[in-house]
Nanobody, 115 residues
């Protein structure tokens, strides 16, 4: 099982980023998937979750209305569209199964929101 996250970067408050997650080593289309993030000095938390066929979706209260999770089962890829970014969204973002495999975390992608 492998997850490779990409798309992070430095963005000003109010800006947007689109994260991608390339998954391999398991039947991607059969699993719910989630985005997680770890903010500096805090534990990793769930940001968004999507079930195996693309809906329904669930979001942390802190990102509702700003982030959109989606997936492409043909290409074993998941996305996180992040709009209206805030400084408190600064974190390393990870993807994993909806019930995460603890031995399979990827490197994550750094998102920094700062002016």
């Amino acid at each position: 099982v492998q997850f490779v996250e990409s798309g992070g970067g430095l963005v000003q408050p109010g800006g947007s980023l689109r994260l991608s997650c390339a998954a391999s080593g398991f039947p991607f289309s059969s699993y719910a998937m989630s985005w997680f993030r770890q903010c500096p000095g805090k534990e990793r938390e769930v940001v968004a979750r999507i079930n195996w066929y693309g809906g329904p979706t669930h979001y942390a209260d802190s990102v509702k209305g700003r982030f959109t999770i989606s997936r492409d089962n043909r290409n074993n890829t998941m996305y996180l569209q992040m709009n209206s970014l805030k400084p408190e969204d600064t974190a390393v973002y990870y993807c994993n199964s909806g019930d995460p495999w603890e031995d399979s975390w990827g490197q994550g992608t750094q998102v920094t929101v700062s002016s």
